[in-house]
């Protein structure tokens, strides 16, 4: 098992391009998570799904969209991106208990 | 907002237990105390988790006081690769979120 990828690892804008981040799950979970790290702190929740076709707000959505079209992906996307989205973004799976965390990718707005 | 309080660093000497505490004295009766560790830049792990019985698994012991407003993780013979930030958090059981604070980060020296 792979368990949770991301694509990509890195990736550089400049501000207003847009993108899309993808999370990919080889555990066949129903929930799946977005969350971003800035520097020095915890992780924050973005946006999350509890299955296949629905996705929900977290804590801090403004200026991100989601999809989750198939179970085992989450995509994370930016429309107009903005220097205050530098940061690094984690992806998650979940099954009752434990959330799996992706490697990361790490944004850099300019 | 987090629901709980860490110090923000720690010490502990290789082969020495570390006791990492958390305070959560608002927790609710249907919450449970979950623990993740975030080892550099990757992303958090999962260590365990209780509800007010004390909790032990391969990678550490999980003790809660009997009012449930605080908790202690042990990490019976810390090594260097138990070096990271620990967070405590305090979670709905089946429920979609984790909200993290800004954990503790251990220093494990030989």
């Known amino acids: 098992n792979a368990g949770v990828t991301q694509t990509p690892k890195f990736r550089v804008l400049k501000t207003g391009q847009s993108m899309t981040l993808l999370c990919a799950q080889d555990?066949?979970?129903?929930?799946m998570y977005w969350y971003r790290q800035d520097p020095g702190m915890g992780l924050r929740l973005i946006h999350y799904?509890?299955?296949?076709?629905?996705?929900a707000k977290g804590e801090v959505p403004d200026g991100y969209n989601v999809s989750r079209l198939k179970k085992q992906n989450f995509l994370l996307g930016l429309e107009s991106a903005a220097p205050s989205q530098t940061s690094v973004y984690f992806c998650?799976?979940?099954?009752?208990?434990?959330?799996?965390f992706g490697p990361g990718t790490r944004l850099t707005v300019t | 907002d987090a629901k709980t309080t860490q110090p923000t660093s720690m010490d502990c000497a290789e082969g020495r237990a570390a006791n990492l505490p958390c305070n959560h004295s608002?927790?609710?009766?249907?919450?449970?105390v979950y623990w993740y560790r975030q080892i550099h830049s990757q992303g958090p792990q999962y260590i365990i988790h209780?509800?007010?019985n004390n909790e032990t698994n391969e990678m550490a012991s999980l003790i809660i006081t009997e009012d449930r407003k605080s908790s202690t993780l042990i990490l019976p013979h810390a090594t260097l690769r138990d070096t990271a930030v620990y967070y405590c958090?305090?979670?709905?059981?089946?429920?979609?979120?984790?909200?993290f604070g800004t954990g503790t980060r251990l220093q494990v020296f030989p």
């Open positions: 608002t927790i609710s009766g249907n919450e449970y």
């Open positions: 555990m066949n979970h129903e929930y």
């Open positions: 799904s509890v299955g296949e076709g629905t996705t």
């Open positions: 209780g509800l007010k």
């Open positions: 998650a799976s979940s099954y009752r208990n434990e959330q799996y």
């Open positions: 958090i305090v979670r709905v059981f089946d429920t979609d979120k984790l909200i």
